[in-house]
């Protein structure tokens, strides 16, 4: 099985050298023609992982018609995969794994949902999980989660995108697995929030477990199944971003918290994706407090205080 990664930021890189340390021929895609005959002729991505050469294995090119294989994965972020699938026709009826985490704003659907919009005749999937670029492509160990409608197929590409860094588990739950990967990237802006106010460890245990309990009602009221959430793609990718300054997300959720400026140019995932699942929620009328809460504060409706005395005010229920 022949595997491209469409994208050169620091996952998409990461993916290829930990695919292409195992021998494997390995295409790397980069929009810009003039990062990819950079990362080709300098064997880094000194742009988003620098530090960490290229194996010889990987062929950098801006040119899709050379990075065309049986599997694609497409390490894009998640606002910019419809304009990828609808402006790359050399994609259609492939193999596309998503490898990002998100809600559309524009459409309110997952990953996998978008894929299947765009193209009817692709197979998708979505690998998904607590990871950081940077421990991949140092070669650390990291566990995700492949999720796939068809198991066999399922079968066939864990083995291929296992790697001795990279262990992978398999499910058939797309809508667990892209929904949780996306849905704790909120709650990590809410945690994030709360670290940079100032407000403690025991205020972010309460934000990520309540969170959690939002995570699995939305999900489960779209037809996730609970040993998912509960799963790498779910509660361990809350974890690890909720608890990390490696999260961007988190990082965002600092600067809210703290009332500094944060970089336009690092994408967060998490803040679209709140906007949309508050629509969303609305629309199902499911109750997402922490969920309202991120919108607030990202559209500078509600200070963190604000924020915090809205939740706590919340009429007492059971857990």
């Known amino acids: 099985m022949s595997i491209s990664v469409i994208g050169a930021g620091a996952f998409g890189t990461a993916l290829a050298i930990s695919l292409a340390r195992t021998g494997m021929a390995v295409s790397l895609w980069a929009r810009d023609p003039n990062h990819a005959a950079n990362m080709q002729n300098t064997r880094e991505n000194t742009a988003r992982l620098p530090g960490v050469a290229l194996p010889d294995s990987i062929t950098v090119t801006a040119n899709i018609s050379e990075a065309l294989a ?20 050399e994609l259609n009826s492939r193999l596309l794994v998503a490898c990002c985490k998100g809600v559309e704003l524009e459409t309110e659907l997952g990953p996998v949902a ?32 492949l999720a796939i409608a068809d198991d066999s197929l399922g079968q066939s590409l864990q083995q291929a995108l296992t790697t001795p860094n990279l262990r992978i588990y398999r499910t058939t739950d797309t809508i667990g697995a892209e929904l949780g990967g996306a849905l704790k990237n909120v709650i990590a802006i809410a945690c994030g929030a709360a670290m940079g106010a100032g407000l403690g460890e025991s205020a972010r245990a309460a934000l990520m477990t309540r ?7 939305m999900a489960q009221a779209l037809g996730a199944r609970p040993d998912t959430l509960a799963g790498l793609s779910g509660f361990g990718d809350l974890t690890l971003t909720c608890t990390s300054d490696q999260s961007r997300n988190y990082r965002f959720g600092l600067s809210l918290g703290r009332d500094e400026p944060f970089d336009p140019q690092i994408t967060v995932e998490g803040a679209a994706t709140a906007r949309a699942v508050k629509a969303r929620a609305k629309h199902m009328n499911i109750d997402m407090p922490i969920t309202a809460a991120v919108v607030g504060m990202i559209d500078h409706n509600l200070k963190i205080t604000q924020a915090m005395e809205m939740l706590l005010s919340r009429p007492p229920k059971e857990e």
Do not use: H, N, W
């Not at 419809?82 to 026709?89: E, F, G, H, I, V």
């Not at 193209?119 to 990291?142: E, M, Y």
């Not at 969170?211 to 009602?217: H, L």
């Open 70 to 89: 049986d599997t694609m994965l497409l390490a894009v972020p998640m606002q910019k995969m419809r304009d990828l699938l609808k402006s790359t026709p």
């Open 114 to 145: 978008v894929i299947r919009d765009c193209d009817p005749k692709a197979t998708p999937a979505i690998l998904t999980g607590p990871s950081f670029a940077a421990d991949i492509a140092r070669g650390l160990p990291t566990a995700l989660t």
């Open 211 to 217: 969170g959690y309990a939002e995570v699995q009602r």
